[in-house]
């Protein structure tokens, strides 16, 4: 079963829009990764962010966490065409090896 | 290698017919993962391996599911007697042992189809 759930399940926007992605879970973690998937290939380590952080950031990614809602939310500014996708985050489930992804959000983003 | 890398990138089997998805990880990352991804769905953990030892096959979803890492790097993941529920991409991914401070590392998956 899959561990989180991202909200919005879909988003359009415009070029030089920014995105916002959030992500829930269920249990406790050490830390919370998000990824991006384009079609048909294989997924890409974005960011990670540890339980005692509240915010990281990394070029145009900002990335928020707060544990005691168990949620994270994703910030893609100025987005471009190329940010077109399907981004999942993934917690380890209590410190595990094992990363539990969630159910993910499809990013168009329209030129 | 430079990344992970997975073969064949597609695969169609017959209903009933067995398949070998086979991954080649980083070198020298002693974590390998296999996740099953259906369409329109996130990844779903199938089995875990620290060098040649299975530490969790918790995910596999049937007796028809089985993997190996022999010696510690190359992998294969086979299913007997397909279904058409196995359809799905067969991610692999691999990491160096210890806190995880990167991510993991993905191939670009196995899609299975099977008619």
């Known amino acids: 079963s899959q561990q989180g759930e991202e909200d919005p399940q879909a988003l359009s926007i415009q070029e030089g829009e920014n995105a916002t992605m959030n992500c829930s879970y269920k249990?406790?973690?050490?830390?919370l990764q998000w990824y991006r998937q384009n079609s048909g290939r294989g997924l890409v380590h974005l960011i990670l962010i540890r339980s005692n952080e509240r915010e990281k950031h990394s070029g145009r990614l900002r990335v928020t966490l707060d544990t005691s809602k168990k949620s994270s939310s994703l910030l893609i500014t100025a987005s471009r065409a190329a940010d077109t996708a399907s981004y999942f985050c993934a917690t380890d489930n209590s410190g595990t090896y094992k990363y539990i992804f969630g159910t993910g959000t499809r990013l168009k983003v329209l030129a | 290698g430079a990344g992970v890398s997975q073969s064949p990138r597609y695969k169609v089997a017959k209903r009933g017919q067995d398949v070998a998805l086979r991954c080649d990880p980083i070198s020298g990352h002693v974590s390998l993962f296999w996740y099953q991804q259906a369409l329109g769905q996130g990844p779903e953990f199938l089995t875990y391996f620290q060098n040649e030892a299975q530490l969790d096959k918790s995910g596999l979803p049937s007796d028809r599911f089985f993997a190996e890492r022999p010696e510690g790097s190359v992998s294969t993941l086979k299913i007997q007697r397909t279904q058409q529920e196995d359809s799905a991409v067969y991610l692999c991914a691999s990491s160096p042992l210890g806190p995880l401070t990167v991510g993991y590392t993905f191939g670009s998956g196995t899609r299975l189809t099977v008619v």
């Open positions: 249990t406790s973690i050490n830390n």
